[in-house]
Every structure is written in structure tokens, then in C-alpha cells.
């Protein structure tokens, strides 16, 4: 009986591994289904990279090395073929430990395995990832089962699914249509194809990322891409991805509680988690379902709806990217193709993506505690997938983040563009030194500068000196929130609530918190707010005007009718991000401008 060679397993799949983030942008190129949203090649490089990331140095088993693949896999599976492929490899561990861990076996359970991952979709769809998968494992099996020789097997499987593979463009209609491929597929025909050609010639660790396989090469040059793809827009607009940990509820009854939620559900994982995909137009409501089966440890929630404007109709080739603390009406994000990094939100029970999957609303709405909640700085995959979403599609990108005096976002995305070595002349990040709608108004002001085809360099110099002109006034409804986060001393506070003492606060010129004045009722802080404003108006000094407001529009109202002279003047109103909210408290309100040239 022939057995496998654990290292050489191990680096055979870092070779597959490695092969797939070689050609990312090509799968991203050629990916036209379920939706023309351009990162099918990204999602699937971010869990070969998971994969060898976490990838153990020493296995004593081919179980253990199986294992801790499919836990990586787990972990960095995303988007359709993503999940699929991690659903895969978590169900032939689990399928292989069942058995009796020969050789024989691991073959068998590749196969096994695909029933579980037929199980668990909700729709699945031939000519697809699906298809080459099960063409590459029925292959392997009826070639060892005649050879009992793994090499042989592979070598078999390998040309079967590169036949598969081309079949795909004829499978369906949109692969017709644009004589493509499907992403997915190809790229798990270049990882069993990296996996195989290492296996046969044992490769050693140092040389894997060498490999360049012949029967790459040979590949038809009309299947790598297309100058024109044909598509729909997306059904739902954003694609959502979730890990429950501890779930309460099977995988098989979780996708039955999913089916109205969304489409293109993938539940995979075991008892200690799950992993959910779904595209869905409410988020909210998905992981309001979520919390009651387990605790969400990650999410990531992608706009499918801006990824295909972006790939089919460009607004410009500089990109504007924000941190969702900028407090901008969603309508016009969509519309000047803004791209916005979410910040995570932390309560006593659940993780949040703010504007996503909590709001300022809904975190009152559902009585969520604001002592017990907190905003931390983006993550690091979430600037990474970003970066690699925008890389190939943009001539330029502009960041604008909060303030760095606020957040460490500024100091992280420029970490992760150092990282990566990211030229200064294709991607710069500005400390806006604002937030919520100051913040909002520097990113339409560039935005706008943008669709007048400035230079990349003239933009930077333009909203580097806007930054000297923005001000904004918030009336702080609650003291409770600023006493419970330290940002007001706790004597100093106690004794304001016992005089029913409000704050309004501002930002510095270094973009820290300052107090501007006091006042004894928030309706008293609003009007002065609005004497403020209504003096910079007469004095011709005010560009730009926005208002953010937490969870009720009642304030708002009473400021427009305190600037009833000057309300044609405001640019928009919208609901604060989730942090505003934790920080500021409820029926807080915020008022931003940019105030005209040679004023500050």
C-alpha cells in the first residue's frame, strides 16, 4: 500500500497555493459570474495566502497537515468560489479522519468530499468551480483505483479538469456570451495543477515558487480575458460572509432560515463554527438572524453593486477612498464611486461592521448598551482586499481618513501601502484631521475635483489646503457616553449633569476634540450653533454645509429652523456613523463646513 510522503503533500499544496496568487489578476479579468464584480482571482489568492500563512512548518500525520489546511481555509474563504473551495478541503479532513488514513483513503475522501459541498449550497450551478472539482476527483479515484500510484492519479486528474475547464465556456449562457471561462474553476484547475506538477518532480520549499507549468503556457490565449464583458448588475447588492462560532443551530437548518434573506448561500464549517456567505441587501437583518444561533466572531460585507459600476462604468481613473466614520448620504457614494472602509464596532455580545451591519440607529433601536461599545481601527485584510481590489483598476488613489489624533487608521493604511511598496505616485492617504460630516465634505470636495480631471498632484495640493478650512459643531445631547469613554474627567462631568450642563464640541487645527462652549439645554446649544453659522453666512465665508445627526431627525429640524434663512444652503443631512453615536450619545447633532478661500 502506497503511502504519502507528508512533507511533500504539504509543499505540494503551497505550490497550488502559490500558482493561484501568481495569476489572481487574470482570474479577476475573467471573472463574469455570478456577478461581474472583479474579485474572484483576489478572493481566492486570500485563502491560498490563509492556507500558507497558517501553514505549519511540521505534520506527524497526513491528517494533521489536512487539518490544519482546512482550519486556514475556513478562515480565509470568501466569495462563491472561495467558500466552495474552503468547504472542500474542510470536508476532506473530515472526511479522511473518519477513515482508516491510508493512501487509499485520502484518494476516496476527495471524492466524499464533494457531497458535502454539494449539500452545502443552496443553488448549485454546473459549469462551474463545481463541475471541474468533480471531474478532477472522479478522475483521481478510477485512476488509482487501476494504479494505485497518487503521482499517476494526479497527473490524470489534472489533464481531466483542464478539459473541464474549457467546457465551462460553453455551460453558460454568460460564458457564452463572452467566450470565458469561469473564474472559479480556472482558478482551482491552477492550484491542483501547481499541486501536481510540484508532487511529480518533488519539489523542495525553496523552488515551489518557481513553478511554471508547461501545460500553462500551452493555455488558449482567448480564455485569459475579454475586452468587453457581458453582464447584469448584481440581484443583491452587497455580498456578505460571517463566522459564527459555537453555532447552535445546524448547517442544513441555517440555510433553510437564510433562503429569504438573500441568494447564493454557502453554509460551511463544523460544531465549533460556520461560516455563512449570502448576497443579501440588508446585512442588518442577516446578522440579526446570525446572533441568535452564536456569537459572530468576523464578518466581511462587500458592495457588489460598486465593484460592477467600477468594472463596467467607470466615473474616473483616480480612485477616492474613505473610513466609513465620514458621514456621507449612501446615494452619493454610489454615485461618485467612493470607496469606504468600514470600521468595526464591538459590543458585549457581537461584532459589527459600522454603516453595514449596525448604524447609529439601530444600535438605539435594539438597546444596545453604548458604555459596553467601542470602534477599533480597520482591519488589516480589510485595507489589503481593498488595495488589491483597486490595484489594475485606477491610475490613482486618494485615501482620506479621520482624523489620526482620533484614529489609528491613517498610520495603518499608510503600514499596509509601505508593505506592499505601493508607489507614492499611485496612492496617497491624507489625514483629513476631521470626522463625520467635515470629514463627509473633504471627500465629496475631492470627489468633485475628481470629475473636473484635475491632475492626481493638483487634487492632493487642492484638498490639503480645504483641510485648513473645514469646521464643524457638535451638540452633545448626553453626557453619559463622553463620561463612561474618559473624554470628559469624572469629576469635572458629574458635577455639568447635576447642573444639567451640555458641551458643544469641536476639532482643533491638529484635529483633536476641544469644548467650544456650554450651554443648559440641547435646544440652547443648537441655537447658538446657529448664530455661529448664521454669522459666517452673512459674512459670505461658508462654501459647503452638512449636517449629521444621531438616531432622530427632531434636531435637525430644530437647526433648519433656526437657519430657515439659509437651509437651500446645506449640502445634505445624514444619520452619524455608529461611532459618532457611541462617542456623541443620542439626539446628538453635527453641523461641518468648508468655509471659502482665504477664510479660516
Given amino acids: 500500500m502506497e503511502e504519502v510522503d507528508i512533507k511533500k503533500l504539504a509543499n505540494s499544496i503551497k505550490s497550488g497555493a502559490n500558482l493561484v496568487i501568481k495569476n489572481k489578476n487574470e482570474l479577476n479579468r475573467i471573472n463574469v459570474f455570478p456577478v461581474a464584480d472583479g474579485d474572484t482571482g483576489s478572493n481566492l489568492a486570500f485563502l491560498m495566502q490563509s492556507i500558507m500563512d497558517n501553514l505549519v512548518s511540521y505534520h506527524d500525520t497526513v491528517h494533521s497537515l489536512l487539518t490544519n489546511v482546512a482550519s486556514a481555509a475556513l478562515l480565509g474563504a470568501r466569495g462563491n468560489s472561495g467558500m466552495i473551495l474552503g468547504q472542500y478541503l474542510n470536508a476532506l479532513a473530515e472526511d479522511y479522519a473518519q477513515s482508516d488514513l491510508s493512501t487509499e483513503q485520502l484518494v476516496f475522501s476527495f471524492k466524499t468530499a464533494l457531497v458535502k459541498v454539494y449539500d452545502s449550497l443552496l443553488d448549485p450551478k454546473e459549469g462551474t468551480i463545481l463541475t471541474v472539482i468533480s471531474s478532477w476527483s472522479e478522475k483521481l479515484v478510477d485512476t488509482y483505483k487501476k494504479t494505485q500510484s497518487l503521482e499517476e492519479s494526479l497527473s490524470q486528474a489534472q489533464m481531466i479538469a483542464e478539459k473541464a475547464v474549457l467546457e465551462t465556456q460553453f455551460q453558460m449562457t454568460i460564458f457564452?456570451?463572452?467566450?470565458?471561462?469561469?473564474?472559479?474553476?480556472?482558478?482551482?484547475?491552477?492550484?491542483?495543477?501547481?499541486?501536481?506538477?510540484?508532487?511529480?518532480?518533488?519539489?523542495?520549499?525553496?523552488?515551489?515558487?518557481?513553478?511554471?507549468?508547461?501545460?500553462?503556457?500551452?493555455?488558449?490565449?482567448?480564455l485569459i480575458s475579454s475586452d468587453h464583458i457581458i453582464s447584469e448588475k448584481?440581484?443583491?447588492?452587497?455580498?456578505?460572509?460571517?463566522?459564527?462560532?459555537?453555532?447552535?443551530?445546524s448547517d442544513k437548518k441555517l440555510k433553510g432560515k437564510l433562503l429569504n434573506k438573500g441568494d447564493s448561500v454557502i453554509v460551511i464549517g463544523n460544531k465549533q463554527q460556520l461560516k455563512v456567505h449570502i448576497h443579501t441587501n440588508n446585512p442588518k437583518d442577516v446578522l440579526s438572524l446570525l446572533s441568535?444561533?452564536?456569537?459572530?466572531?468576523?464578518?466581511?460585507?462587500?458592495d457588489m453593486l460598486l465593484q460592477y459600476e467600477v468594472n463596467t462604468k467607470p466615473v474616473s481613473s483616480i480612485a477616492i477612498v474613505t473610513d466609513s466614520i465620514a458621514?456621507?448620504?449612501?446615494?452619493?457614494?454610489?454615485?461618485?464611486?467612493?470607496?469606504?472602509?468600514?470600521?468595526?464596532?464591538?459590543?458585549?455580545?457581537?461584532?459589527?461592521?459600522?454603516?453595514?451591519?449596525?448604524?447609529s440607529q439601530l444600535i438605539f433601536?435594539?438597546?444596545?448598551?453604548?458604555?459596553?461599545?467601542?470602534?477599533?481601527?480597520?482591519?488589516?485584510?480589510?485595507?489589503?482586499?481593498?488595495?488589491?481590489?483597486?490595484?489594475?483598476?485606477?491610475?490613482?488613489?486618494?485615501?482620506?481618513?479621520?482624523?489620526?489624533?482620533?484614529?489609528?487608521?491613517?498610520?495603518?493604511v499608510n503600514q499596509r501601502i509601505q508593505t506592499k511598496k505601493l508607489a507614492s505616485q499611485w496612492i496617497t492617504v491624507i489625514d483629513s484631521k476631521a470626522n463625520s460630516v467635515a470629514q463627509g465634505l473633504l471627500v465629496m470636495k475631492a470627489a468633485e475635483l475628481v470629475e473636473k480631471s484635475l491632475s492626481f498632484n493638483d487634487i492632493i495640493t487642492n484638498l490639503k489646503d480645504t483641510i485648513h478650512r473645514l469646521f464643524i459643531y457638535v451638540a452633545v445631547a448626553d453626557l453619559s457616553p463622553m463620561l463612561q469613554s474618559g473624554?470628559?474627567?469624572?469629576?469635572?462631568?458629574?458635577?455639568?449633569?447635576?447642573?444639567?450642563?451640555?458641551?458643544?464640541?469641536s476639532l482643533d487645527s491638529f484635529g483633536e476634540g476641544k469644548l467650544m462652549t456650554l450651554s443648559f439645554s440641547q435646544k440652547q446649544s443648537i441655537k447658538k450653533i446657529a448664530n455661529k453659522i448664521k454669522k459666517l453666512f452673512q459674512r459670505h465665508q461658508i462654501d459647503r454645509l452638512a449636517i449629521a445627526y444621531v438616531y432622530s431627525e427632531n434636531q435637525v429640524e430644530l437647526l433648519k429652523y433656526y437657519l430657515k434663512d439659509y437651509t437651500d444652503k446645506i449640502d445634505y443631512s445624514v444619520a452619524s456613523s455608529t461611532s459618532i453615536a457611541i462617542s456623541a450619545g443620542k439626539d446628538s447633532i453635527a453641523i461641518a463646513g468648508i468655509l471659502k478661500k482665504g477664510e479660516s
Fill in 487 to 505: 473624554r470628559i474627567p469624572l469629576s469635572l462631568g458629574k458635577v455639568a449633569q447635576n447642573c444639567h450642563i451640555l458641551p458643544i464640541v
Fill in 292 to 302: 441568535h444561533y452564536g456569537r459572530i466572531s468576523y464578518q466581511k460585507i462587500d
Fill in 176 to 222: 457564452k456570451e463572452n467566450k470565458l471561462v469561469d473564474a472559479g474553476a480556472k482558478g482551482f484547475y491552477y492550484f491542483i495543477t501547481g499541486l501536481t506538477e510540484a508532487f511529480s518532480q518533488n519539489l523542495p520549499q525553496e523552488l515551489i515558487e518557481e513553478i511554471i507549468p508547461s501545460s500553462i503556457t500551452n493555455y488558449p490565449s482567448n
Fill in 365 to 412: 433601536e435594539k438597546g444596545i448598551n453604548t458604555s459596553q461599545c467601542s470602534t477599533s481601527q480597520p482591519t488589516i485584510q480589510s485595507i489589503d482586499n481593498l488595495l488589491s481590489f483597486l490595484q489594475g483598476k485606477y491610475d490613482h488613489v486618494i485615501v482620506i481618513t479621520v482624523s489620526s489624533k482620533l484614529s489609528g487608521t491613517y498610520q495603518l
Fill in 327 to 359: 458621514d456621507i448620504p449612501s446615494d452619493l457614494l454610489l454615485k461618485h464611486q467612493i470607496h469606504v472602509i468600514p470600521m468595526p464596532v464591538q459590543s458585549e455580545s457581537n461584532n459589527y461592521l459600522d454603516k453595514l451591519s449596525i448604524d
Fill in 234 to 249: 448584481p440581484s443583491y447588492r452587497y455580498c456578505s460572509e460571517f463566522i459564527m462560532t459555537q453555532p447552535s443551530i
